[in-house]
């Protein structure tokens, strides 16, 4: 704790390299600053505690500042181990102010290369906040947060805290004992915490998924917004995006020269789109591998070989998964790679490789060979290179997503959280999406930084398409 502010980042003296960039990051993130202007001495987050666990990048910096302009007191984790910018993470502590000495910013808790009990420890803090005051609103990338409050409030009303089971990994055995030692101190903690939460603003898939799986089973304790399915998030972020950082990830990471190489990409979804085409425009031969006749028949229409990733392994020199799934990548599918084959994922959870079974590989040894690459060393001699120990390789390899297409994804965050802030009673503990016409005023701030030039309807026009002058302009239905 200095003057106040409790925190646990790197290293503080960080700050000013980071505020430089974060400078250079507002210029880029113009849907962001628009809000600060739109709201400038309105703070519709006025009271708002939000509690938020998402990747402490630049990028998120210029998101935290946004929330606290607009009037929120913040509490920040990183939602992955590998993907906090340090010198973001401390200019968010010192803040725009303060000095190292006199932060005046924003209690964070993050840096790059924490452990899994860190990781969960910096979760626990972000969600703990001073004086018994919980947060009243929850920013999450991939549901964790939410999942310690649900279990915390489930094992609660228990009173008791279940033991592990053999299938549960290690990760979950953690989150067992993260929540055995909260019940122990304080029977009531995540009950107390969970009544006072308006909402959740979800970010990502793989936690949009997760907030479905809770509200079919009728356990969502609070109302959710899913961020990630705004058209101006999934269809930008999850794709523009990672043709963006995959590459820079493979090539910071390993320094290979794509061209000329088969790169097989596991999932064509929003992600897989964009990965398969960050890598074509490398000059890779890509091979996409998919479970869903329609994505598949795209890849086909995209000009992609549409194969199993068993029949292309033997001549695969790069394999990224963007599934969501589990087990995309067995250990049997690794012991049969090429000679230092790459291999990488780019969904959000490490499990889409089994990591665990390359670990218990009889004979298997690991070199490593720089932070977050990893070389695998099978008895045979052969050898792969794992990224980032199979989590999110863009973040933990490179800098995740650019600024302007970050700003997108932050923008249908801050609309979220003043939607779920100020008109919470209105909501039941569902799943929303925001409306068409908020999702347009997003892109259409981020359409005007880029020159571009729109057209407007006519009225006879709009009569004739049937919609208003002003939009929205497409049905809920489409596509996109
Ligand atoms: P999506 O649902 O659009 O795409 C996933 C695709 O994988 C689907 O088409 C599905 O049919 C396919 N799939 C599922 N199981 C498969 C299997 N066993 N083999 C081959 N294909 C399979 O989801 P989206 O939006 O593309 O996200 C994918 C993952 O990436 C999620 O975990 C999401 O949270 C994460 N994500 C990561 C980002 C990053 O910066 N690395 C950014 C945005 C999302």
Redesign the pocket.
């Known amino acids: 704790t200095r003057n106040g502010i409790d925190f646990a980042v790197a290293d503080m003296s960080l700050h000013e390299f980071g505020r430089k960039e974060i400078r250079l990051a507002e210029h880029e993130m113009p849907g962001l600053m628009a809000f600060r202007r739109e709201y400038s001495g309105v703070y519709p987050l006025k009271g708002a505690r939000i509690s938020g666990s998402l990747h402490m990048t630049v990028q998120t910096a210029v998101l935290i500042e946004t929330l606290v302009d607009l009037g929120a007191e913040v509490r920040w984790a990183s939602c992955n181990i590998f993907s906090t910018q340090d010198h973001a993470a401390a200019a968010v502590v010192v803040g725009r102010h303060g000095t190292e000495e006199e932060p005046k910013g924003v209690p964070v808790f993050a840096w790059k290369g924490e452990t899994l009990p860190e990781y969960w420890w910096t979760c626990e803090q972000m969600l703990t906040w001073p004086g018994g005051k919980g947060p009243n609103m929850i920013l999450d990338d991939?549901g964790d947060a939410t999942l310690l409050v649900h279990k915390g409030v489930q094992y609660e009303a228990a009173g008791v805290v279940p033991a592990a089971e053999d299938n549960d990994s290690d990760e979950y055995k953690i989150v067992l004992d993260t929540l055995r030692n909260s019940l122990a101190a304080d029977g009531k903690k995540w009950t107390t915490i969970a009544e006072g939460i308006r909402g959740v603003t979800e970010e990502?898939?793989?936690?949009v998924m997760r907030l479905y799986q809770l509200a079919a089973a009728g356990e969502l304790l609070f109302p959710a917004i899913n961020v990630?399915d705004a058209v101006t998030k999934?269809k930008f972020?999850?794709r523009y995006?990672?043709r963006h950082?995959l590459i820079d990830g493979i090539n910071r990471g390993t320094d290979v020269l794509i061209g000329g190489k088969v790169a097989v990409v596991?999932?064509?979804?929003?992600?897989?789109k964009g990965s398969a085409e960050s890598l074509r425009g490398q000059g890779a031969r890509v091979i996409v591998?998919?479970?869903?006749p329609i994505?598949a028949l795209q890849a086909a229409m995209d000009g992609y070989q549409v194969a199993k990733?068993e029949t292309v392994l033997p001549i695969a020199d790069i394999v990224i998964t963007?599934?969501?799934?589990k087990d995309?990548v067995t250990v049997e599918h690794m012991s049969q790679m090429k000679h230092q084959a790459i291999l990488g994922n780019?969904?959000?959870?490490d499990n889409e490789l089994d990591m665990a079974g390359l670990q218990r590989y009889p004979g298997i040894r690991r070199n490593n060979i720089k932070p977050q690459v990893d070389e695998w060393i099978f008895p045979t001699g052969r050898t792969i290179i794992v990224l980032s120990e199979g989590r999110?390789m863009?973040?933990g390899n490179a800098t995740?997503?650019p600024s302007f297409v970050m700003s997108n994804s932050f923008s249908n965050q801050v609309i979220a959280q003043i939607e779920l802030f100020t008109k919470h009673e209105e909501y039941d503990n569902e799943v929303f999406r925001l409306p068409k016409v908020l999702d347009e005023k997003v892109a259409r701030i981020h359409l005007e930084a880029l020159g571009g030039e729109l057209t407007k309807l006519t009225k006879e026009q709009a009569e004739y398409i049937d919609v208003d002058v002003e939009g929205p302009f497409k049905a809920d239905h489409y596509r996109y």
């Open positions: 991939g990502t898939t793989t936690g990630n999934s972020d999850n995006g990672i950082s596991c999932g064509y979804g929003d992600v897989g591998t998919e479970i869903d994505c990733l963007t599934t969501g799934n995309v780019v969904g959000h959870f999110l863009n973040l995740g997503h």
